[in-house]
Nanobody, 120 residues
């Protein structure tokens, strides 16, 4: 199983970035996909989720209206378009694949993370 994030970097406040996560070695279309982030000294938090077929998305209140999650099951990829970035968005962003099988049984895969820094 492999999840590889890319697209992070340094951006000024108000700017945009698009993160990508390339998935391989598992049945991508069977998993819901999420982006999480972890800032220094803080716990990892859920940013956005998209269901396996892409029909439903959910966002943390802090990013609603600014971030958009999408996926391309033909390319085994998930994306996070981030607009109007703020310094508080600075964090390592992680791609997550999740599949629920039954109560108490689910599978999670994680990428290695990509750094996003919002600073002037």
């Amino acid at each position: 199983v492999q999840l590889v994030e890319s697209g992070g970097g340094l951006v000024q406040p108000g700017g945009s970035l698009r993160l990508s996560c390339a998935a391989s070695r598992f049945t991508f279309s069977g998993y819901s996909m999420s982006w999480y982030r972890q800032a220094p000294g803080k716990e990892r938090e859920l940013v956005a989720t998209i269901t396996s077929a892409g029909g439903t998305t959910n966002y943390a209140d802090s990013v609603k209206g600014r971030f958009t999650i999408s996926r391309d099951n033909a390319k085994n990829a998930v994306y996070l378009q981030m607009n109007s970035l703020k310094p508080d968005d600075t964090a390592v962003y992680y791609c997550n694949a999740h599949r629920y099988y039954s109560p108490g049984r689910s599978v999670d895969y994680w990428g290695q993370g990509t750094q996003v820094t919002v600073s002037s």
